[in-house]
């Protein structure tokens, strides 16, 4: 990995910030499901979570692998974070001008706190799948084998972790087991499809990270 020019780190930085905001969101607002075909769930982390791995393969295409591995400990490190604060927050006395809310923050976060454990456990394994499983094809399939393909081939492997270990430990017990095991399929294959429907996105990406004077 080479130096960063001034514009380059100012590129990693801003897509460091939109993968960031992309994997706290999917943590917070994920516990929302959404009804979807043939009587089957979807969490509205599925429009999140594609952003999450797709930014992995962009810089790693970019940047290189070492970079990419850099995104993913921010990542691990910003849900660890997350988490301290939400114990943190829970266990401390509430003001009685404020206990008009405390049933429903409690609820509420009480489960984003189980949300943010599943996604750090998922996401530390589903991330590192990730950037392995992109190289891996990266190196036998060559890099004439196209991006789309690679990153594609990644985040079938890769997500198939993510979401069975986020979903057994954020919802297990919140929901029926067929409930369960419906939203599990269903939000692996779409979080697949949605990472191809993002696709032009992500070599949107590449074309505005790489630029001129591209260092990496």
Do not use: C
Request: proline share 3%; charged share 10%; glycine share 8%.
């Amino acid at each position: 990995m080479h130096t960063l020019s001034e514009s380059s780190l100012r590129k990693v930085l801003i897509a460091l910030a939109i993968y960031i905001t992309s994997l706290m969101a999917a943590n917070t607002l994920g516990i929302k499901l959404m009804p979807f075909l043939f009587g089957s769930h979807l969490s509205v982390g599925v429009f999140m979570f594609p952003v999450v791995f797709l930014m992995t393969d962009v810089i790693g295409e970019v940047y290189g692998k070492k970079v990419a591995k850099y995104f993913v400990y921010a990542g691990i490190l910003s849900t660890a974070l997350f988490i301290l604060y939400n114990v943190i927050s829970i266990a401390a006395p509430w003001s009685p001008d404020g206990l008009w809310a405390k049933g429903a923050y409690e609820q509420i976060f009480g489960v984003s706190l189980r949300f943010a454990i599943a996604s750090l456990i998922a996401y530390a394994v589903g991330e590192y799948q990730d950037v392995l499983s992109f190289f891996f094809f990266r190196q036998k399939l060559g890099e004439k084998s196209g991006f789309w393909l690679r990153s594609f081939l990644s985040n079938v492997w890769s997500q198939f972790f993510d979401t069975v270990l986020f979903m057994t430990i954020a919802l297990y017990g919140v929901y029926p087991n067929e409930v369960l095991l419906s939203t599990i399929l269903t939000w692996w294959a779409f979080k697949v499809a949605a990472g191809l429907l993002y696709t032009p996105l992500a070599y949107l990406g590449i074309k505005l990270l790489k630029g001129k004077d591209h260092a990496g």
